[in-house]
């Protein structure tokens, strides 16, 4: 099962752009990058997923460089609300059931 | 709208007392998953189910049991032989268990056991 390492915590100013860098060295060929994002009292909620290369949506981008031994989450100009924890998680390898384990994530604290 | 629904927010158990976490699901999601989240930690893996009437354990599942009769049920329970069950309790589903399809968590029940 692939491991994951994130920083435990960064801080930013609202309107600046984070980046968070996740470190999977075992990642499996056939394994996806997923990022969630938890408030405190909530459940983690989706942001994006991808396996290669550049991934963009609404809200974030997810940069995976060709070796897919890390990947970077990238959040555009960052707003007090956006002070969460972010968790990187490796997707399972089909042959090893289906064991979704969770790092400690990056706790972000966006400052005024 | 469709979504996991946990119930109830917060419960309260003496010692000693087995409890019963709920987690239903209107997603029509094939696999189900029970976390626990202790105060500024990550989420461990107790329990998941790829499919009905199956079930494996994850990282932490002594002191746990669960049941999947029903798909859109995965009810989580807590005996006494677990050791510090005062905890943050997450349930979540994803479409199948072995495609990397994006987990939907529910808000969470937080157990405290005096």
Redesign the interface.
Same mark, same amino acid.
């Given at each position: 099962l692939a491991k994951t390492t994130q920083p435990i915590s960064m801080d930013s100013y609202e309107g600046q752009e984070v980046n968070i860098t996740c470190s999977h060295n075992n990642i499996a060929t056939n394994d996806y990058i997923t990022w969630y994002q938890q408030f405190p009292s909530q459940g983690p909620r989706f942001i994006i997923q991808g396996y290669k290369t550049k991934v963009t949506n609404e809200v974030a981008s997810l940069f995976i460089p060709a070796d897919r031994k890390s990947s970077t989450l990238s959040l555009p100009r960052v707003s007090l609300s956006d002070t969460a924890v972010y968790y990187c998680l490796v997707g399972p390898r089909s042959d090893a059931g289906n064991m979704l384990t969770f790092g400690g994530g990056t706790r972000l604290m966006v400052k005024p | 709208d469709g979504g996991?629904t946990q119930s109830p927010k917060y419960l309260f158990r003496k010692e000693g007392q087995n409890v019963t976490l709920s987690c239903e699901q209107n997603l029509n999601h094939d696999?189900m998953?029970w976390?626990r989240q202790d105060p500024g @930690?990550? +989420?461990? +893996?107790i329990y998941?189910s @790829?499919i009905v009437n199956d079930f @494996?354990k994850?990282?932490i599942a002594e002191g746990y049991s669960v049941s999947r009769e029903k798909k859109e049920s995965f009810p989580l329970t807590v005996t006494s032989a677990q050791k510090n069950p005062t905890a /943050?309790y +997450?349930?979540?589903s994803?479409r199948t268990?072995?495609? !990397?399809s994006? +987990?939907? /968590?529910? !808000?969470?029940t937080?157990l405290t056991v005096t």
């Open positions: - | 996991i696999a998953y976390y @930690q990550g +989420l461990r +893996l998941y @790829q @494996q994850g990282d /943050f +997450l349930c979540a994803s268990g072995g495609d !990397n994006p +987990l939907h /968590f529910g !808000n969470g937080r």
